[in-house]
């Protein structure tokens, strides 16, 4: 069981260094920046082990074709340090952004899942939703989503 660490609101910021060295390694850290990370209403959240940012994870309001619901977000550039991969750390972090999107009335959180990050959702309550589609220079991808307030 994971203890001594903590989970806060982060600045964009804080988020760019494990997205760029976890997802886009082949980008700068600017062009790790989404248009939408700075929109009022987009969260980046960051859990804290010895001191550390080990893993990062934003939401922010976002319809899809495929979802019919009234307050949907998207999880975009969700990262777990490697060496901190596989201990639980970024199922915490989605479980503290599940509990923070009930309180805001989101009923449904997709995202773009990479295929090889596709257990990890699974076992965090996502379901697959597409077939699976290539995101040119960073691979197979697959839409998924989690109903957080249920119809």
């Not at 209403?41 to 976002?62: D, M, Q, R, W």
């Not at 639980?88 to 009335?105: E, P, R, T, V």
Request: proline fraction near 4%.
């Amino acid at each position: 069981m994971i203890s001594n660490y903590k989970i806060e609101f982060i600045t964009i910021n804080k988020v760019l260094d494990l997205r760029q060295k976890n997802l886009k390694p082949f980008l700068t850290l600017a062009e790790c920046k989404n248009s939408e990370d700075d929109n009022v209403l987009t969260k980046h959240f960051g859990i804290f082990y010895n001191n550390n940012c080990v893993s990062v994870a934003t939401v922010f309001p976002e319809s899809h074709k495929d979802f019919q619901c009234g307050n949907p977000y998207r999880l975009r550039g969700m990262a777990t340090d490697s060496q901190f991969r596989g201990q639980g750390f970024g199922s915490i972090l989605l479980m503290h952004a599940f509990d923070y999107l009930k309180d805001i009335k989101c009923d449904l959180l997709w995202c773009n899942a990479r295929l090889k990050a596709l257990n990890f959702y699974k076992q965090n309550g996502f379901h697959a939703q597409s077939e699976i589609f290539e995101l040119p220079q960073i691979g197979p991808h697959i839409v998924m989503y989690k109903r957080i307030i249920p119809k």
